[in-house]
């Protein structure tokens, strides 16, 4: 334990904003924006002692977890980026610290004066909430839960970080503009057939722990068929999810951008899975939320489909990697399913793992809806539509990773983009005034008519669109060997 | 000792290194010349395991650098060309973090901060606020950081860029300094006179290339197809040496002015002291003679013009 606190990367954080005239600083004013707190609760509630203290540890409370956050965010977001701009981080790289004690020793280090003014406040803060009527518990099952939330923002805005050459002012407030919709969406999960998904904002947690009513009444939802509280599956949900932040956190912090992978194939499976298998882990068939099974076919499709762009993202061969596969490949070494090869096989066996886990959700659930009300054949012919289009979109940004565009996958998007936004001004054109024109040609190019099979797609022009894709990925794959094969060049004078 | 062996690295079509194989013995130090774009700086990268290779190997002390990264680093101190430092730590602190992450013995680390501070010349701002620093005390601290650790590997890359002429200096008898004590040194500069004068080997690079490499010595007489000769007398006797000269065999583009002569000789070292055998015997008042040896610099002039390639 005496290690973990002597963490030099730690102890640099702490050494730099922390000292002495700083931090005396930084606590007088935490100290007088508690004074500033408690006025203005003595104001709005100064006849009945308890409601003040119970109102000054809220609004405290509320201030601590506001301050956390934002914290963590801010210095997080910028602390691996911030150290490649200024050119410093290579030093830390060529130490024998290990990933994991760089990130430990960020994590904790970068909102060092964050994490010391909250700790400052705390005193305080559990001082009027238990003044105020409220069990140890309670205050400190809230605290746990701030903590364990600004945590897993921290890693998250880590990894936003090692994935940065410099910091940038955008990501920042881009993050603290989605940070209230984060929040806010909790509720609108529990009002959802899958109201367990609720737990990954904070907010249900809380206001359960307090018995706030003002977003309705917050139950106990299903998870694997047991009812739990939202606390639990908050702290459930941050800490497997900031496990998997740590994994690609420590696979990559001690790699140059261009050889950062965030997931290895396996682990991408792994993920996939992982989702999976919480979206029928929170599945309530006897909600007063009804869905059916079919609906819930359209939901594992959607959800699918985002797994698989991210599994496609995240297992994206570096350039040089996939070279040296294809070296290794045509001497007879390396097979064409290596981890260092194409992601497209990875894609399909999550796509089939999609599959197969909705046949297990069914065989668990069938009391609930019979094995004979799930959509086994529509599912299948989406879930081979979605999974034709994002092979064809991952191979695709894998080629711009092989060319000497700047930022490719990030152009190879932009291009992606364009191309689906074509396809949706074509089929408003072509099909203004027929409806079924309009399908044909979304049903041609795109996806998107898929996800609703019944009442969307038009099947001919699906299959007619899918063999369009099946040849676009023959030609990507055709264009890629093409690249590798080419022989590498002696360079001219430049850079070294 | 640093070992690459056929080392390589591509970006994109380009290579950048071209199968280097280098082994360079304990207690050296290899200047690492070449223009831009040799592949200087990637090498050096590569050999302190911030780059990955494309093929090949580096050994530092045994240890693949890349295989055992965390092991290899305790053998490597690294400076890089254009560098920070955190700006908000005193000169102590910096070093101090440094010693922690390259986990040395803690009873150790108050001693050795204060011994790289003296070697460095810092004494004066051991607690001073690093941004406080002029860039030459920053570039000083840098290398105190390289250092800290006792490595039995430097890699530095372009070290003295941004140093005024006394702390070039002061860093050509620190290194020597850690040369004495064992320590194996990468330098690499595009600037000659950076290193001629320190460098017990020296390499030179061109296009990714390892052109030439060995003691300066070795490279120069690999170059040298012939001797360039220069000499001196007293009195008039011009026409009498040139007449000489010209009679000797391996004597070529004879050129005489005043009291004074230059001429390149094709032959050993023997042949040489036959010429000077001869010159005295006929009686010609020598006051100097002797070989000029063709400096790294003129191979590389000769290798930025292409011509040993």
């Known amino acids: ?496 | 000792m640093i070992e690459l062996l056929q080392l390589r690295k591509e970006f994109d079509e380009l290579v950048a290194v071209d199968d280097l194989e280098v082994t360079i013995p304990a207690g050296e130090i290899y200047g690492l010349i070449g223009p831009n774009g040799a592949g200087k700086t990637t090498t050096i990268r590569m050999a302190c395991g911030l780059l990955t290779p494309t093929a090949g190997r580096v050994r530092v002390n045994g240890v693949d650098v890349h295989d055992e990264p965390e092991r290899a680093q305790q053998f490597i101190g690294y400076l890089s060309d254009f560098f920070s430092v955190y700006e908000d730590l005193k000169v102590w602190e910096y070093l101090d973090y440094f010693a922690h992450a390259y986990k040395m013995r803690e009873a150790e680390i108050p001693g050795r901060i204060d011994q790289v501070i003296q070697q460095v010349g810092l004494e004066v701002k051991r607690d001073a606020m690093i941004q406080g620093l002029s860039r030459g005390m920053k570039q000083r601290l840098g290398i105190a950081r390289a250092i800290i650790h006792l490595p039995k590997v430097l890699l530095l890359d372009e070290p003295a860029s941004g140093l005024d002429p006394k702390a070039r200096l002061d860093l050509r008898n620190l290194l020597r300094a850690l040369r004495d004590q064992g320590t194996t040194i990468l330098i690499s500069s595009h600037i000659l006179t950076e290193l001629e004068g320190f460098c017990t080997s020296i390499g030179l690079m061109e296009k990714g290339r390892m052109v030439r490499s060995g003691t300066l010595e070795e490279i120069t007489a690999e170059e040298s197809k012939y001797r360039v000769v220069r000499l001196a007398w007293t009195g008039d006797s011009a026409a009498q040496v040139e007449a000489r000269l010209k009679a000797l065999p391996g004597v070529s583009n004879l050129m005489v002015e005043g009291g004074e002569g230059v001429f390149r000789f094709a032959g050993p070292e023997d042949g040489l002291a036959a010429v000077l055998r001869e010159l005295v015997a006929a009686g010609i008042p020598l006051v100097s003679f002797g070989e000029v040896k063709q400096t790294v610099e003129d191979l590389y002039l000769k290798l930025s013009r292409n011509e040993v390639m």
């Open chain 1, 1 to 496: 334990m005496e290690e973990f606190w002597r963490n030099p990367e730690l102890v640099r954080h702490v050494r730099a904003e922390l000292r002495p005239l700083r931090a005396l600083t930084a606590a007088l004013v935490v100290l007088v924006i508690a004074a500033l707190i408690a006025l203005s609760c003595y104001g709005a509630e100064h006849d009945n002692q308890k409601e003040y203290f119970r109102l000054f540890y809220i609004w405290l409370a509320w201030a601590q977890g506001v301050v956390l956050a934002l914290w963590t965010i801010s210095s997080c977001s910028q602390a691996i980026s911030g150290e490649r701009q200024h050119k410093t981080y290579d030093f830390l790289k060529t130490t024998r610290l290990t990933s994991e004690e760089i990130l430990i020793g960020k994590l904790l280090g970068a909102p060092i004066l964050g994490y010391f003014t909250v700790g400052c406040s705390l005193p305080i803060s559990l001082i009027a909430g238990l003044l105020g009527g409220y069990s140890l518990s309670t205050l400190l099952l809230t605290y746990l839960l701030i903590v364990v939330f600004a945590l897993v923002l921290g890693l998250a805005s880590l990894e936003l970080s090692m994935l940065g050459e410099k910091t940038s002012g955008g990501v920042l407030v881009l993050a603290f503009l989605l940070l209230y919709p984060m929040l806010m969406i909790g509720f609108a999960f529990m009002e959802s057939p899958f109201p367990g998904l609720g737990a990954a904002s904070i907010l249900p947690a809380i206001f359960g722990l307090y018995g706030f009513q003002e977003y309705g009444r917050i139950g106990t939802p299903l998870f694997f068929g047991f009812h739990v509280s939202y606390v639990f599956l908050s702290l459930f949900l941050y800490c497997t999810f900031g496990a998997w932040f740590v994994l690609m956190l420590r696979r990559n912090l001690k790699k140059e951008l261009e050889e950062v992978r965030l997931l290895s194939r396996g682990q991408a499976l792994a993920f996939a899975a992982y989702i999976n298998l919480l979206m029928y882990a929170f599945l309530d068939f006897n909600s007063k939320y009804k869905i059916t099974p079919t609906e819930v076919g359209s939901v594992a499709l959607v959800v699918n489909a985002c797994i698989l762009l991210l599994v496609g993202l995240a297992t994206l061969t570096p350039h040089e990697q996939l070279k040296m596969w294809w070296r290794r490949r045509a001497a007879g070494q390396a097979s064409y399913f290596s981890s260092d090869g194409l992601p497209w096989p990875w894609l399909v066996l999550t796509a089939v793992g999609a599959y197969l886990f909705m046949l297990g959700a069914a065989l668990a659930l069938h009391r609930s809806a019979p094995l004979a009300q799930w959509p086994w054949k529509v599912m299948a012919l989406e879930l081979t539509t979605v999974l034709v289009y994002i092979v064809s979109a991952v191979l695709f940004l894998q080629f711009c990773n092989l060319t000497r565009m700047k930022r490719p996958i990030l152009k190879g998007v932009l291009y992606l983009m364009l191309y689906y936004t074509a396809a949706g001004i074509a089929a408003g054109v072509l099909g203004m005034g027929s409806d079924l024109r309009a399908r044909q040609i979304l049903s041609l190019l795109t996806p998107f008519p898929a996800v609703n099979w019944n009442e969307l797609a038009v099947p001919g022009w699906v299959y007619a669109g899918l063999a369009i894709q099946v040849a676009v990925i023959a030609y990507i794959l055709s264009a890629i060997s093409k690249r590798l094969r080419r022989p590498a060049l002696a360079p001219a004078h430049g850079d070294d």
